[in-house]
């Protein structure tokens, strides 16, 4: 989560409270780190609070989606090309490592990257060098490392799907964020905050969650962590017609109420979007398509109704 132009880390457990402290005593040195966790847990997070309390907290902080990455593709967008060295390669281009020289790069996902990347990215770990494809000389670099994954790697180095050397390399120092089920003591202080984000973003007067709204968020396990909780909460928002948000504003699979069974393989971000678009699609067509009208009715102000729309490619009709 950031705060401006800061990052925060948000949590009153001790775990929480544990990361914070490490983080307080890596962010200054150059070790890499290794952040494992579930999906959603605040990997990212964590990332962006050790470049920000960093000596290179200036310089650049660049993700590389590890996950993304295509085999042929891999070398040009970690370490870049020199003009004509392929077809299409019409001008130099930096790759992601000389982009983020002198700052930090993030390696997230990084239990997806081939057996045969790993081997190339090591390389650059042991050296700090490089060359580009089609690039006669070694490039120096001076980059802090970090690593993130939602997989355990020691399973990945004993399956043989991971190299050992290169978890060595990467597993210096090492951060394990739990899953939110397992601190559910942080899901207020999350849920207050994400209130007050959405709230502010959209200009709706919702400024607290019900004691039987909070109770339902505590009592839910969170197979999507933190990320779940964000979009749980900004749907609540979205929704609400009044200063508080009570149990019936947070979605039927939290308050009990019958629900159709999930389509197949939709994530809860594509779920929460298609009952967005559900809700401003019926709100609109019960006041006949008239933007001020739906905005009164949801409670929002009527300039936002303009972001909701373009999200949802709608448009009032004539």
Avoid at 49 to 78: D, Q, T
Avoid at 151 to 167: K, P, T, W
Avoid at 266 to 288: A, D, H, K, P, Y
Wanted: hydrophobic content about 40%; aromatic content about 6%.
């Amino acid at each position: 989560m950031t705060d401006g132009s800061r990052t925060l880390i948000l949590g009153q457990s001790k775990a929480i409270r544990d990361i914070c402290k490490l983080i307080g005593s890596i962010a200054k040195t150059k070790a890499t780190v290794l952040i494992q966790g579930e999906s959603g847990t605040g990997k990212e997070v964590v990332a962006r609070a050790i470049h920000e309390n960093s000596y290179r907290a200036a310089k650049p902080f660049v993700k590389v989606n590890c996950g993304a990455l295509v085999e042929s593709l891999l070398e040009s967008e970690f370490f870049g090309y020199r003009k004509g060295s392929f077809t299409g390669a019409t001008e130099d281009r930096k790759g992601r490592f000389e982009a983020a020289n002198s700052g930090t790069i993030l390696l997230d996902e990084i239990a997806n990257l081939s057996v045969a990347g790993q081997g190339k990215l090591l390389r650059v770990l042991q050296e700090m060098e490089f060359e580009p494809v089609g690039g006669t000389q070694p490039k120096k670099i001076d980059v802090r490392v970090l690593a993130s994954t939602n997989e355990d790697l020691e399973h990945a180095v004993a399956a043989g799907r991971f190299r050992d050397s290169l978890y060595y390399r990467l597993n210096v120092v090492s951060i394990y964020l739990p899953p939110l089920r397992d601190r559910k003591e942080d899901v207020p202080l999350l849920a207050g905050h994400f209130l007050k984000t959405y709230a502010e973003r959209i200009h709706k007067g919702v400024r607290d969650i019900s004691p039987e709204a909070m109770a339902m968020l505590i009592k839910h396990d969170w197979p999507g962590n933190v990320r779940e909780l964000k979009n749980i909460v900004e749907y609540a928002v979205i929704i609400e017609k009044n200063e508080q948000i009570r149990p019936d504003s947070l979605p039927r699979s939290l308050n009990g109420s019958p629900t159709a069974a999930p389509e197949e393989g939709l994530s809860l971000r594509e779920r929460l979007r298609r009952m967005e678009r559900q809700i401003i699609v019926e709100t609109m067509e019960s006041c006949g398509w008239v933007v001020a009208a739906a905005a009164r009715r949801l409670g929002i102000d009527r300039r936002n109704m303009g972001y909701f729309l373009k999200k949802h490619n709608l448009s009032p009709r004539p």
